[in-house]
């Protein structure tokens, strides 16, 4: 491939990591704030409800009825707040960052294969080669005055 096709693979292949990404970060966020809205409306209107029906009905004391009334608060935003902490990269975001990981490795290698080309075939390699054959031709070339 040329480098441009291998930088092109590349390129669209990071962006379709950052797309996934986005796309999971986007989730997390949602989830998020749903927890902070449940949360919040659990704690301003459910709270007198749960309250009452505990005291009343099932016969809980005060304090017990409080505590009740804390506790489902609390497990339903922890239940929220994982599902807002969860970070499970999906498949298409796997196989993005291994096509992008693959398509970086190609192109460095064809970098350094032209930077390799480039140094032999110009102006450097071409001395350089001129001084390696000096040296050659006067190691078995003949000696003046022998």
Request: aromatic fraction near 6%.
């Amino acid at each position: 491939m040329k480098i441009a096709e291998l930088g092109k693979a590349t390129l669209q292949a990071e962006l379709t990591v950052r797309r996934e990404m986005a796309i999971r970060i986007g989730r997390q966020v949602a989830f998020l704030v749903v927890a902070a809205v449940f949360g919040l409306l659990a704690i301003l209107s459910g709270h007198a409800l749960l309250w009452a029906f505990a005291y009343q009905t099932l016969g809980f004391s005060v304090l017990g009825a409080a505590i009740l009334v804390f506790l489902v608060d609390a497990a339903m935003a922890l239940v929220f707040l994982l599902l807002g902490r969860r970070s499970i990269m999906t498949a298409t975001e796997i196989r993005s960052r291994f096509a992008r990981e693959h398509a970086m490795n190609e192109l460095r290698q064809a970098l350094a294969l032209t930077a390799i080309t480039s140094a032999i075939a110009g102006p450097v390699g071409r001395q350089a080669l001129r001084a390696i054959l000096h040296a050659i031709r006067s190691l078995f070339g003949r000696k003046a005055g022998l």
